[in-house]
T-cell receptor, first 111, second 112 residues
Framework: SQTIHQWPATLVQPVGSPLSLECTVEGTSNPNLYWYRQAAGRGLQLLFYSVGIGQISSEVPQNLSASRPQDRQFILSSKKLLLSDSGFYLC??????????FGPGTRLTVT | EDQVTQSPEALRLQEGESSSLNCSYTVSGLRGLFWYRQDPGKGPEFLFT???AGEEKEKERLKATLTKKESFLHITAPKPEDSATYLCAVQANSNSGYALNFGKGTSLLVTP
């Protein structure tokens, strides 16, 4: 069966510090991978998606970046965090047009 | 631009009191409409996918329906464990990578 892991589960970081969130998927090959952010009152916002290794598409201009160094690994990064980067970050995977499977999420608080 | 609007934003029901949640959408070619359930502090959990107008899906006390402009999630005789946020999402022809475009959700509270 397929599983998706995200870490860390919670993170408190000061403004201006770097960020690295990791997501890994088990039990499937060549999935589409997604990073979403959920902020209070705004719903789930798509940040990045990837259809293959090294292929990253950005949906929202921001100070975040994503990378996919391996088929089932997706990393979200920032060189300098802003207060507005606080939120609940969710990684998800899907196969073609099938449903998205979400990870447990990372709660990020920027202070 | 594709839009997904859910109503109401919040709903409080007594146990056993049936109701419906609404999801209206505007997309340039619908591939699929998805319903998810999200508990506080957790990732969304998949409930249903609907692909064409007139389609219906059921699971326990939940039933999802789809028209050309909206979808309904009917909750029959809800129990307190049905309390959660229900999210609607569309997958449109304009969504690259098969990404989902979500509404803001309906927060449901079912009291004993």
């Amino acid at each position: 069966s397929q599983t998706i892991h995200q870490w860390p589960a919670t993170l408190v970081q000061p403004v201006g510090s770097p960020l690295s969130l990791e997501c890994t998927v088990e039990g499937t090959s060549n999935p589409n991978l997604y990073w979403y952010r959920q902020a209070a009152g705004r719903g789930l916002q798509l940040l990045f998606y990837s259809v293959g290794i090294g292929q990253i598409s950005s949906e929202v201009p921001q100070n975040l970046s994503a990378s996919r160094p391996q088929d089932r690994q997706f990393i979200l990064s920032s060189k300098k965090l802003l207060l507005s980067d606080s939120g609940f970050y969710l990684c998800a995977w899907s196969l073609y047009r099938d449903r998205a499977h979400f990870g447990p999420g990372t709660r990020l608080t920027v202070t | 631009e594709d839009q997904v609007t859910q109503s109401p934003e919040a709903l409080r029901l007594q146990e056993g009191e049936s109701s419906s949640l609404n999801c209206s959408y505007t997309v340039s070619g619908l591939r699929g409409l998805f319903w998810y359930r999200q508990d506080p502090g957790k990732g969304p959990e998949f409930l249903f996918t609907l692909y064409s107008a007139g389609e219906e899906k059921e699971k326990e006390r939940l039933k999802a329906t789809l028209t050309k402009k909206e979808s309904f999630l009917h909750i029959t005789a809800p129990k307190p464990e049905d309390s959660a946020t229900y999210l609607c999402a569309v997958q449109a022809n304009s969504n690259s990578g098969y990404a989902l475009n979500f509404g803001k959700g309906t927060s449901l509270l079912v009291t004993p």
